[in-house]
């Protein structure tokens, strides 16, 4: 994605942010969330806005524009961190 510019009379919100950073996205290309989260965090660092806040605005931005999105910005557990018994075992 590209360098986000933004009006300066007032405080970009989080959909100026993000439709700024989906502007330079390329066409046929899936928005990856985890890309927008990063590039977000960086062009707005003081920014309160949650992941979650900052994902709703991904998805309604980009489907506005008819981009597929990838949520692929939370992290599966690794399989050795998961704790459970099978049935089999008790």
Do not use: K, Y
């Not at 707005?44 to 991904?58: C, F, Q, W």
Request: hydrophobic residues 45%; aromatic residues 4%.
């Amino acid at each position: 994605m590209g360098a986000a510019t933004f009006n300066t009379d007032r405080v970009p919100t989080c959909d100026d942010v993000v439709s700024a950073l989906l502007s330079g996205h390329p066409l046929g290309q899936p928005v990856s969330t985890r890309s927008v989260l990063a590039d977000f965090r960086a062009t707005a660092p003081a920014s309160l806005e949650t992941d979650d806040a900052i994902v709703e605005s991904v998805v309604r931005i980009a489907t506005g524009r008819t981009m597929a999105v990838v949520f692929d910005h939370r992290v599966a557990p690794e399989p050795s961190a998961m704790s459970w018994q099978s049935d089999a075992a008790v």
